[in-house]
């Protein structure tokens, strides 16, 4: 089956610690994208790679770190910079280049932090 | 850069009528605008999209509308049905070259009263 699959589903952290969240694809892409989404707000562009060892920052990736040395692989870091951290994290994936081409999203990883 | 707004934040409906979601957009030059249907706990899934090109694209129960000159477009549903119960995401995006983000509207929970 062809997808995208991210780790793990719920993931606590204390404060102060970094953590990673996985996200893999399998379709091929050369696209990746993470969103923040906070409840009664759409998704927000964290950061977004459109080829191996290449990755731009979104709208707001102060706190945030990534990683893009494998084509299906695109971890996060969300570290103790990031003020507020307690969030659902979605991970996405799409054919690059121009034209309209639609993003496939991952199940999510919802982070706490306490 | 581009900004999306969508009304309403939320919409009851009665089984077997329509639903209208509405969203303008302000960057002219965007040219992609899919819609995504978002389930509890999972991550969106594109429903419809539209192209700059076409006014209105239509497939089964589900329409999308789109006014150029006004920028703006809208999700019609028909004949809903429990299982159409969800948060639901306009979406759009300019199409240059080497840009391929999303910018997100803050979603429309829909509720389908049996």
């Known amino acids: 089956d062809g997808g995208i699959t991210q780790s793990p589903k719920y993931l606590f952290r204390k404060e102060g610690q970094n953590v990673t969240l996985s996200c893999e694809q399998n379709l091929n892409h050369d696209a990746m994208y993470w969103y923040r989404q906070d409840p009664g707000q759409g998704l927000r562009l964290i950061y977004y790679?459109?080829?191996?060892?290449?990755?731009q920052k979104g709208d707001i990736a102060e706190g945030y770190s990534v990683s893009r040395e494998k084509k299906e692989s695109f971890p996060l870091t969300v570290t103790s910079a990031q003020k507020n951290p307690t969030a659902f994290y979605l991970c996405?994936?799409?054919?690059?280049?121009?034209?309209?081409?639609?993003?496939?999203f991952g199940p999510g990883t919802r982070l706490t932090v306490l | 850069g581009e900004n999306v707004e969508q009304h309403p934040s939320t919409l009851s409906v009665q089984e077997g009528d329509s639903a209208v979601i509405k969203c303008t957009y302000s960057?002219?030059?965007?040219?992609?605008f899919p819609w995504y249907k978002q389930e509890l706990g999972k991550g969106p899934q594109l429903i419809i999209d539209?192209?700059?090109?076409?006014g209105e694209k239509k497939d089964q129960r589900i329409a999308v509308t789109l006014n150029k000159t006004a920028k703006h477009f809208s999700l019609h549903i028909t004949e809903t049905q429990p299982e159409d119960s969800a948060v639901y995401f306009c979406a759009a995006r300019l199409s240059n070259f080497g840009n391929e983000k999303l910018t997100f509207g803050t979603g429309t929970r829909l509720t389908i009263i049996p």
């Open positions: 996405a994936s799409s054919v690059a280049g121009t034209g309209a081409h639609e993003q496939f």
């Open positions: 539209i192209r700059s090109n076409v």
């Open positions: 960057d002219s030059a965007s040219n992609y």
């Open positions: 790679s459109q080829i191996v060892n290449d990755f």
